[in-house]
């Protein structure tokens, strides 16, 4: 490495003070991703895993080794929170700053950490060991709170495991070690389950019942590619991560595509707080996703997979890795799979660096192409021209568990279970004020009361349907269906008591949509901004009666100018709160008394023409003549 600061050790200096980078080391790194620019992805988390950072420097290099600049490199390490241009600890605990973890007691965990490591949120300790921050919800929502320690999940958390796990770091345990001592000895999905409880509270007969090995692949290789999709047409399934878009029309298109390369992704970047569906999934059914892959992949003709984990589940990743090696030694993946000709396709991960927009199907592509993850403009949609340009389905994990399914036992079967519209089972990720929170596989058309009464949440006040994105629901409206037609869900559900307070709810989730906006259009990056400041007015009790009309119009405004799911949604907590608790914003206004805005600020208003004239004002500084 040249960087102009080369130490006579043959180790060059950066600005990443943490651990100096070896020379060759980047080049290396560079050469394992065949110095690919589309692993731009890949090549920094392992620059970041190694040395902590992604220096000036090593973006220079690395910028060298793949064809591209300088200002492309730093443009993909700058998007995402896992990747840092300012030295991170050897140990990196984040701590989930989910609203659910704050009620369930975040604030002494976060005490006992930084007291503990003597160290605040958001700093390194000053020997480059431990850092400690927050992060949005990293999927552990039925077992808060909950942190990251590298990749090692905690869950369940109180002051005085937080301080025991702070110790044991500063006595120089390794991450891993606070898991297990025969943390290397155990299978990985051992290691997965010692980690995160699955939480299964209710198998459905889909998913999380007994469910044959390959029958559904042995299914789709007896028959033609078109027969596939109709029978996914037939079933009525739809997507499940919210959209509900139909699965097998999308199929279809993306099979009409004459071209030489097709790709079949799978979004498992779950990350929209409350959801942890994916997660149980992942560890339970990981050959069911990747038979549904590859049913998917022979339908629309693709040889080439990917599959989409979220950073926060980086703990999964090895369980996976040993799932695909033993799917290629049983010829289930990879050339003419289970001795069909002509059947080629095979899958590889990758690993996402903590970005919500990338659950977003056009920002996900651009992650997967070593980009950062911005939505794409639309058309042309993804099943056209998606991953480097080519015909690619993009779907999530729960779709290709149901696809798989349905290739094993029909289409008639799965189209019976549910309702008229919104067929067969959904997983249910159930937290926050209940008994029983976790996982529950239920047909469509259960009522928010039924799910209620299973959870263990009669008490509620409110419930959040679908996360921030989707719609915060009070008791008047819980004999409301789950299904497609009538409440529309990815699978969260957070239930709150009534000693929670809705605006500081509604706060939280509109700062989760200020941090998460990617910043492309003006209206979701500042106008959620707007929003949540509008929101703090309300909650201070310093609001107008027409600051009601202001919070509609802007959020209006957002949802009708923004380019994706993010900027159409993010007004959602504010929208659905004010339709469904209209008390809690009118308890909070107060009408203008003479003509001024209870909000108006008159010293603020005169400070900037105080310093720009350099005087005080005879009538508003009380101290004028001082
Ligand atoms: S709506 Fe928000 S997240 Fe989506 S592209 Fe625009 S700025 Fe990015």
Redesign the pocket.
């Known amino acids: 490495m040249d960087n102009g600061q080369q130490a006579g050790n043959g180790v060059s200096k950066t600005a990443c003070s943490v651990t100096p980078v070896p020379d060759g080391a980047v080049a290396d790194i560079c050469e394992r991703f065949g110095n690919d620019k589309h692993r731009m992805l890949d090549i920094l988390r392992e620059v970041q895993d190694r040395f902590q950072c992604i220096a000036p420097a090593t973006m220079d290099q690395i910028a060298e080794e793949t064809g591209l600049t300088r200002i492309e490199v730093e443009g993909v390490a700058s998007f995402y929170s896992f990747l840092s241009l300012q030295p991170k600890g050897r140990i990196t605990i984040r701590l989930c700053d989910d609203i659910v973890d704050r009620y369930a007691g975040l604030e002494a965990v976060t005490a006992a950490f930084e007291d503990a490591l003597g160290i605040k949120i958001g700093e390194t300790s000053a020997d480059g060991a431990v850092s400690l921050e927050y992060t949005p919800c990293i999927g552990m929502c039925d077992q808060a709170p909950a942190a990251m320690v590298n990749d090692i999940v905690l869950t369940n958390l109180t002051a005085q495991s937080a301080r025991e796990v702070a110790e044991a770091i500063i006595a120089g345990k390794r991450p891993e070690d606070l898991v297990s001592d025969r943390f290397a000895t155990l299978s990985p999905h051992d290691r997965a389950v010692r980690m995160v409880d699955n939480n299964i509270r209710h198998a459905g007969a889909v998913l999380l019942g007994p469910v044959p090995e390959d029958a559904g692949l042995s299914k789709a290789v007896s028959i033609t590619s078109s027969q596939i999709i109709s029978m996914i047409e037939e079933s009525g399934l739809r997507g499940c991560g919210g959209a509900g878009f139909t699965t097998g029309r999308k199929w279809r298109f993306a099979a009409a595509e004459r071209t030489e390369r097709s790709f079949v992704i799978c979004n498992a970047d779950e990350g929209e707080p409350g959801t942890f569906k994916d997660r149980v999934l992942l560890t339970e059914r990981p050959h069911l996703l990747i038979e549904g892959m590859t049913i998917a992949a022979r339908a629309v003709g693709a040889k080439e997979g990917i599959l989409y984990l979220r950073g926060e589940y980086v703990y999964l990743r090895e369980l996976l890795e040993q799932v695909l090696e033993e799917r290629r030694r049983r010829g289930l993946l990879g050339k003419a799979i289970l001795g069909t000709k002509r059947f080629d396709f095979d899958i590889r991960i990758q690993m996402g660096a903590g970005a919500y ?1 990338c659950g ?1 199907e056009g ?1 996900l592509i651009s992650s997967c192409e070593g980009l950062p993850g ?2 794409k403009t639309r058309p042309p949609f993804p099943v056209n021209r998606g991953y480097l340009g080519y015909p690619t389905v993009v779907n999530n994990v729960e779709t290709f568990c149901h696809a798989a399914r349905i290739l094993d036992q029909g289409a008639k079967w799965f189209h019976d279970i549910g309702t008229e519209g919104s067929h067969g089972t959904k997983l249910f990720s159930v937290c926050g004020d209940c008994l029983n929170p976790g996982i529950y596989e239920l047909p469509y058309g259960h009522s928010v009361w039924e799910l209620l009464e299973m959870v263990g949440g009669q008490d509620a006040a409110a419930v959040q349907v679908g996360g921030p994105s989707g719609a915060m629901i009070a008791r008047d409206s819980f004999h409301r269906k789950l299904t497609f037609d009538d409440l529309a869900t990815g699978g969260a559900i957070i239930v709150f008591n009534g000693q929670r307070n809705i605006l500081e709810i509604v706060d939280y989730y509109m700062s989760f ?1 200020v941090h ?10 500042v106008g ?1 901004v707007f929003l949540q400041k509008a929101i703090e007015k309300f909650r201070k009790g310093l609001a107008n009666p027409e600051d009601i009309d202001y919070l509609k119009d802007l959020s209006g405004t ?1 949802i009708e100018t ?7 949604t ?1 007004p959602n907590p504010v929208l659905s709160t004010l339709a469904n608790f209209p008390l809690v914003y009118s308890a909070m206004t107060q009408p203008s008394k003479d003509g001024i805005r209870a909000t108006f600020d008159i010293q603020s208003a005169i400070d900037g023409a105080r310093k720009i004239a350099k005087r005080r004002s005879y009538i508003f500084d009380r101290d004028f003549t001082q």
């Not at 998460?516 to 990056?525: A, H, I, K, L, N």
């Not at 923004?562 to 159409?568: D, E, H, K, P, V």
Request: charged share 20%; net charge negative.
């Open positions: 927009i977003e920002a911005e939505p949509f998460e906006s990617c910043g492309y259009c003006t209206p979701c990056r959620n957002i923004s380019r994706c799911g993010l900027g159409m993010s």
